[in-house]
């Protein structure tokens, strides 16, 4: 069974950072593309960003660009969300999720991540 658990979440001031982890277990972890989601109160959940399975390539969506890093440490079976210059309209659950087929690219579409984690509160203040 394929388990997703997010960390790292907290509150912090505008400007602030936060490192979100997202634990993998149930299965091989490094063969398979990950992303990183949020949901805001009263908004659709979406696309942060997203990375292949060797690491070897990322995407981000365009308001967190050039802000956030995402990584992978595939010895620990786990992804990483360094966010930096952190703004009150990056407040949400952020959610981690991962593809169900091997070695295939990374997708920045929500419906093509087939395992989620349950989130992780980011609140940032003014």
């Known amino acids: 069974q394929v388990r997703l658990v997010e960390s790292g979440g907290g509150l912090v001031q505008a400007g602030g950072s936060l490192r979100l982890s997202c634990a993998a277990s149930?299965?091989?972890?490094?063969?398979?593309?990950m992303g990183w989601f949020r949901q805001a109160p009263g908004k659709e959940r979406e696309f942060v960003a997203a990375?292949?399975?060797?690491?070897?390539?990322?995407a981000y969506a365009d308001s967190v660009k050039g802000r956030f890093t995402i990584s992978r440490d595939n010895g620990k079976n786990t992804v990483y969300l360094q966010m930096n210059s952190l703004k009150p309209e990056d407040t949400a659950v952020y959610h981690c999720?991962?593809?169900?087929?091997?070695?295939?690219?990374?997708?920045?579409?929500?419906?093509?991540?087939?395992?989620w984690g349950q989130g992780t509160q980011v609140t940032v203040s003014s």
């Open positions: 999720a991962s593809r169900a087929v091997r070695y295939i690219g990374y997708s920045i579409k929500e419906t093509d991540y087939d395992y």
């Open positions: 149930g299965r091989s972890f490094g063969v398979y593309p």
């Open positions: 990375i292949g399975w060797s690491g070897g390539s990322t």
